[in-house]
Each structure stands twice: as C-alpha cells, then as structure tokens.
C-alpha cells in the first residue's frame, strides 16, 4: 500500500526494518533501526512513523498564543534553526510558528510530560517555561551546563536538586500527545487509506502554500524593522 506525504514528491510505502538494516530519516536526521518507516526508495528518502504520522498543526503548550505548523525544510536564509527546546540546531522538520520565531525540533514538540530515569528515585517533570538567569545550573547526568534559555526535566520534590537536560533525560517522543489545532477537513501528514476506501484529500494548504505564507511574512517583518531602525537613526 502506497502513502502520500506533503514533504515528498512521490508516494512512500511502509517498511519493516529488518535485523542489521540501518537508515537516516529525513525528518529528524536521527537513525531509523528498529520498527518501520516510510520508504522512498528511488530516493533513499525515509521517515519514522511518527514523522511521517506527525500532524501539520499542533496547539503545543510551550506556545498557546499560535498554533505550531510542520515544515519540511527551515524557513530561515540559513537553511537551519535554533531549536527552542533543546537549543540545538535543525535542518529537517519542524514545527514552526513565523510570527514568533518559535521553533522545534519534531522529537522535542512530542517529548512526554513525565520521564522516569534509572537515576533518580522520582519521576521527573518537564519545563516547559524557560528560567530565570541565576547562578550555573549543571546536568545532573551530563555535568555540563543548563541554559536558562532551554526546556528540562527536573525533579519537583522540594527536598530533591535534580534537574537534568531533555536529551540527557529520554529519546521517548508521545506523537499526538498534544492535540492539534488543524481545521476538520484536514488529514494528517500522512494520508493512510482503509483498505476498501479512497484515499482521504490531503491538506488545503500544501508544503509552497505554506513556506510562501512563513517567507512572506518574514520579509515583511524584516523590513518593517529595517525602516523602524531608519527612522530612529534618522529622524529628520
């Protein structure tokens, strides 16, 4: 059975991975090797199921202003982002919000609320509100520094200091976790056909709808701010 996803040019199919095989997905840049994934093979494009599954819109609490949009590529000159949870860089999927500059990286948006780490005897919750600057904070696990900028999981007991980094925490992701904001005509990502019916449409707004809208609003706030910097440095 074929799949039509918005990222791709042409229809992927579902692989099971076998024992020894090993692939890069195209929408998180991690490894694909166990369960199964979306192939393009003519292409050696692969998503894991839950990239390939991820909704176009998401309600994530980190940012309740906007909803959060899924684009394939960053919208950025720069081809790559900052992500905001875990304050690493990003060349693949994301879930942006172009008003805001907020963005994610599709295994950071879908991290579970509560991890239970072999190293400390309490679940741990996650921060989804960066901290205040204060003196360093370091890694439980790691030993090396928190930014006050990026989302952790921490302890919440008040006799307990244990605060460690997302990435140090889990590689767990809770796809569908959050409830998308997607209007009610709307698929997800990946359109999955029952077997005696046809095909679901796809979105209204497809992948150069939506990158158009993110690079045109871009541009407009880049200028408005270049002539608010013309006007102060100029003013008669």
Known sequence: MEYKHFSHQHPLILHKIQPGEQFQCNGCNLPCVKDSIFTCWSCK?????????????????????????????????SGA???DACGSPGTAFSYSCPLCEVDLHINCAFLPPTVIHNAHHHEVHLGLTPEKPHSPDFCKLCRKELSCKNWS??????????RVH???????????????NQPENQTPAVARPAANQTPPQEAELTPEE???????????????HALANMIAYNPY
């Open 45 to 77: 494009f692969f998503l894991h199921e839950h990239c390939g599954n991820a909704n176009r819109y998401v309600k994530h609490p980190s940012h309740p202003t906007h909803p959060l949009v899924l684009v394939p590529i960053p919208t950025y000159c």
């Open 210 to 224: 939506i990158m158009l809208g993110i690079a045109q609003m871009r541009m407009e706030y880049n200028m408005a």
């Open 166 to 180: 997302t990435f140090c925490a889990t590689s767990e992701v809770k796809p569908g976790f959050y409830g998308d």
């Open 81 to 83: 982002f900052i992500c």
């Open 153 to 162: 999981y921490a302890c919440e007991k008040p006799e307990c200091d244990f």
